[in-house]
């Protein structure tokens, strides 16, 4: 690889938290190694364009800091595009090209699984690239940036969603992103201190849901002194039935890398749960018993779908993931100037540098199901029969590997 002089950074797919701590994290490390680092705008759009643009932003001393690291999204910009689905038989090409224009020997590129099928294909392309883990999903093999900030900002939702909750008795459905598996429902319904959790890698069983409401939310509302309660379900936007079908909104279409647009879940849950509080004989004499009920107006406690969907990924990014964009961005350019290309950065534990393969570090991670099950162990209801929660001792002989 020839030496590098100038990194081009991008940042693709979804944004989220912690990226703009990762713009800054190889900015400043290239600055403080003596080379520079340029923005290529808006994702693979901007890497396809490059060659058509007029300039680009240099990320010298002045220029980074007018970057908040603290906020999220990215001061790069976002596109959903796969290299190779451009319908232009020179497209590799057009981009050496654009990149020579620029002088940029080398990209470093954050992004989810499908940005990181592109360092693989550009990698491939003989453009060296090292990817920076990132997607508010958590999907990823590593940890990604944007994950603690989008489950800080799921449980607050939730924890804010009940005081309305509780003012009218309502069964709350909040609807979360996390495509089509369940770490932003499960970690963010933990932390709002959700009644019940609904994720893609569980198919619902809607009677166990129901039956779980009569067992914590009545009686809650029964004990109350003025009769109010609340319940809460944060639901994954990719649940499934158990032959793996999405219930969601089919009319949402597909996004610019193909995939279906997620959304739906939420509304669905209602309607399942609504059924089942209308065909239930117990239901009016709760109502009575808690003076909610009202002849021709309130015959069922009201259920209520909220999705705050692209609210999630905005806003502030979590001290956590402003850490660990800095982290990851600064070792990303140690990995590049080493040659390492077509590697995902991991972790920095203390002097150590963590990294391994794109390929592998973009395959699919779900939820721990052993994990759900302490949950479940605790009252929280995961839309199936309790699991016990089975467990062994290990005492630790080694350092632990810690991402804090
Ligand atoms: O992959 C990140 C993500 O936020 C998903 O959780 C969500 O389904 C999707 O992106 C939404 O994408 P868009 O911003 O294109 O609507």
């Keep these: 690889m020839a030496p590098v002089k100038r990194i081009g950074i991008i940042t693709s797919g979804g944004d989220c938290g912690g990226l703009n701590a990762v713009i800054k994290g190889i900015a400043r490390e290239a600055y403080a190694l003596g080379i520079e680092s340029v923005i290529i705008p808006n994702g693979y759009a901007g890497l396809y364009n490059l060659i058509d643009l007029d300039e680009v932003v240099f990320l010298n001393e002045e220029r980074v800091s007018h970057i908040d690291a603290t906020l999220a999204g990215s001061e790069a910009g976002h596109s959903r595009v796969k290299v190779k689905k451009i319908e232009d038989d020179n497209k590799y090409k057009r981009i050496k090209e654009g990149l020579k224009k620029f002088g940029i020997d080398a990209l470093i590129i954050s992004g989810g699984d499908d940005t990181g099928s592109v360092v693989v294909d550009l990698s491939s392309q003989n453009i060296p690239c090292i990817h920076v883990p990132k997607t508010m999903d958590i999907d990823l093999q590593p ?16 924890r804010n969603l009940k005081t309305t909750g509780m003012s009218h008795n309502r069964v709350l459905v909040l609807e979360v992103f996390g495509r089509y598996v369940g770490h932003t429902a499960f970690r963010g319904g933990v932390g709002a201190e959700a009644d019940c959790i609904l994720i ?38 990719g649940i499934k039935t158990a032959s793996g079908e999405l219930l969601y909104d089919e009319s949402a279409g597909v996004d610019a890398f193909g995939h279906k647009k997620l959304a739906g ?85 203390g002097e150590k540098i963590y990294y391994q393969p794109t390929g592998d570090a973009i395959k699919r991670r779900e939820v721990n199901l052993q994990e759900v099950t302490l949950f479940e162990s605790l009252g929280i209801c995961f839309g199936r029969e309790t699991q016990k929660f089975k467990y062994e001792f290990i005492e630790e002989k080694e350092a632990i590997k810690r991402y804090m």
């Design 265 to 349: 879940a939420g509304k669905y849950v209602r309607q399942q749960l609504e059924k089942r509080l209308k065909n239930d004989p117990d239901v009016i004499s709760f109502m009575k018993k808690t003076g909610m009920y009202v002849p021709g107006v309130y015959k069922i406690p009201e259920v209520r779908e909220v999705t705050p969907g692209h609210l999630v990924r905005s806003g502030h990014s979590s001290s956590y993931d402003v850490n660990f964009g800095y982290k990851a961005g600064a070792a990303a350019v140690m990995l590049l100037l080493e040659g390492k290309t077509g590697n995902t950065v991991l972790n920095v534990e």
């Design 200 to 237: 893609p890698e569980i198919p619902v069983d809607f009677d166990i849901v129901y039956e779980h409401i009569k067992k914590t939310y009545f009686p809650r509302v029964e004990r109350s002194d003025v009769k109010a309660g609340t319940y809460l379900i944060v639901v994954a936007e």
């Design 143 to 158: 940890y990604s940036v944007g994950g603690d900030s989008a489950v800080n900002m799921i449980s607050v939702f939730g």
